[in-house]
């Protein structure tokens, strides 16, 4: 069981910068791949970033590209979402998820291949 911590959302102006972190337990972090996923309202929840167990692999969507960078700290237990030059349509409640990794450079970008959610964390861009 991975249990995961969201923490870093808030209010940012447009063109401004949010490090979201992920605060995973367990003593076996380092075998699973993590992903950022985010649910704007009235809309479906849609992937950002994933990561790959040895950090090796990292996968975007196209609108957070250049933008978004999707990291992890394995001795830390923690995944990070480090957001720059924010926009309104990046507004939505974002989540981290955790998947055992198989292989080791496996970083998924559906949803249902995520095994263990966060809470989230709101995040919003005013323009």
């Known amino acids: 069981q991975v249990q995961l911590v969201e923490s870093g959302g808030g209010l940012v102006q447009a063109g401004g910068s949010l490090r979201l972190s992920c605060a995973a337990s367990?003593?076996?972090?380092?075998?699973?791949?993590m992903g950022w996923f985010r649910q704007a309202p009235g809309k479906e929840r849609e992937f950002v970033a994933a990561i790959s167990s040895n950090g090796g692999s990292t996968n975007y969507t196209e609108s957070v590209k250049g933008r978004f960078t999707i990291s992890r700290d394995n001795a830390k237990s923690t995944a990070y979402l480090q957001m720059n030059s924010l926009k309104p349509e990046d507004t939505a409640v974002y989540y981290c998820?955790?998947?055992?990794?198989?292989?080791?450079?496996?970083?998924?970008?559906?949803?249902?291949?995520?095994?263990?959610w966060g809470q989230g964390t709101r995040v919003t861009v005013s323009s």
């Open positions: 998820a955790a998947t055992a990794a198989r292989p080791l450079s496996w970083a998924p970008i559906t949803h249902n291949l995520y095994s263990y």
């Open positions: 367990g003593r076996t972090f380092s075998t699973y791949a």
